[in-house]
């Protein structure tokens, strides 16, 4: 794998890191009432969800991908599918003026094991999720040539990208409480 490829896996993870929704949120609001450590942990919860969702992408459409890997017109379908659920997803959160606070509910005890539990589920309820990830992996799989190894390095770029985007804006969070 060239390093092309993962700078832009590793862009796709920063941009992850910032779309607004429930995760987005529980995540500021984490380290801001609880500290680093605590929104860290929840964070890793959440990635503990993207890791499945990820799996799940990868081995539910494998078969799939395989037959279809040198069919152009995956790329325009994967691509038409990534628009639609980027659009939808813009129209469901323009439709919402605020945030509502009971959705974001923090712990009231520093429970890592909780956070993380609770990051995990939050991340695993959202179909959504799971739809942007099949996204991705209908748009790279075949790109990649359906390489496991090439695929594996890929989405574990995204995920750095998307932890390192993270850890900043904890840092961010925490740093703007004590201001």
């Known amino acids: 794998m060239d390093f092309y ?3 832009n896996a590793f862009l796709v993870g920063v941009f992850m890191a910032f779309m607004i929704g429930p995760v987005f ?3 500021i609001k984490t380290s801001i009432l609880k500290g680093a450590r605590a929104a ?3 964070d890793l919860g959440v990635v503990l969800g993207d890791v499945v969702f990820i799996l799940i992408a990868y081995y539910g459409s494998r078969s799939l991908l395989e037959k279809i890997k040198d069919d152009p017109r ?3 379908i994967g691509g038409l599918i990534l628009i639609v659920y980027g659009i939808l997803t813009y129209l469901d959160k323009s439709n919402k ?3 509502d606070e009971s959705e974001v509910q923090v712990p009231k005890a520093n429970n890592y ?3 993380f539990f609770n990051g995990f589920l939050l991340n695993f309820i959202n179909v959504g999720v799971l739809a942007g990830w099949l996204g991705i ?3 790279v799989g075949p790109t990649l040539d359906m390489n496991a190894s090439a695929i594996f390095w890929y989405f574990f770029t995204v995920i750095i990208g998307y932890l390192c985007t993270d ?3 904890i840092l961010l969070a925490k740093k703007s409480k004590t201001n």
């Open 113 to 115: 094991f909780r956070l």
């Open 97 to 99: 003026k605020e945030v």
């Open 25 to 27: 949120f529980m995540l």
């Open 167 to 169: 850890l900043g804006k």
């Open 40 to 42: 860290i942990s929840f």
């Open 74 to 76: 995956l790329f325009f």
């Open 137 to 139: 992996m209908v748009v």
């Open 5 to 7: 490829t993962l700078k």
